[in-house]
């Protein structure tokens, strides 16, 4: 069964390759010849994911999926949320994110978090959402250099380390994305 990831983050291609069963032949964007920008211009996690994957579908009719996150965090009314990836501006570098999560942070005695994810899959019969969820709190700086986007100051609930401190697999066990991708794989591994 061959599946489109519709994404251009090669960090999360390689999480979600490290989760899947073998007898799915996951193929990137690349591998299908696409190489441009896929809108993802809604208000919730969910329309976004969809957008993504129908897009996807609809140019190349393969099985395809998407993903997408956002970090909520309580004392800023759940901000960033779905606005995660642009925070701290159009096109802004995860550091310029963090940076800004933790000037925002500053003096607040609540630091619980959430990352949310949702994966829609699109298919010629069926649309369907899978959602993870990781809670947790922001740190009041950075810790390690794994991972990506806000990994190093996000520290899941009961470890006490950052995400950006565990390996990909550790990461992957409890990570929202992991949790979304597993309940996902559960599901076509039992169509195919
Ligand atoms: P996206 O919707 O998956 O592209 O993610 C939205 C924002 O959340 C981007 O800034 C990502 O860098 C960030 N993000 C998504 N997944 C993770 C994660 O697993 N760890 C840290 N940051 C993430």
Do not use: W
């Amino acid at each position: 069964m061959k599946i489109v990831f519709a994404t251009n983050n090669l960090n999360k291609l390689k999480e979600i390759q490290q989760i899947l069963p073998t007898s799915i032949e996951l193929l990137s964007l690349k591998d299908i010849g696409f190489s441009g920008e896929i809108p993802e211009d809604h208000e919730t996690l969910e329309e976004n994911a969809f957008q993504k994957a129908q897009y996807i579908f609809d140019r190349y009719k393969i099985s395809c999926f998407a993903d997408d996150t956002g970090l909520e965090v309580e004392s800023l009314n759940g901000a960033p949320g779905v606005y995660s990836a642009r925070y701290a501006g159009d096109d802004c570098a995860a550091e310029n994110n963090m940076k800004k999560l933790l000037s925002e942070m500053q003096g607040k005695a609540n630091r619980r978090a959430a990352f949310k994810t949702v994966v829609a899959f699109v298919t010629d019969t069926e649309k369907c959402a899978f959602k993870g969820i990781a809670i947790g709190e922001i740190l009041n700086e950075k810790h390690g250099d794994k991972g990506f986007g806000y990994d190093p100051i996000f520290k899941p609930e009961g470890y006490d380390v950052s995400y950006a401190e565990m390996s990909s697999l550790e990461k992957n066990k409890i990570s929202h994305r992991g949790k979304a991708v597993r309940k996902f794989t559960d599901y076509i591994s039992l169509m195919s």
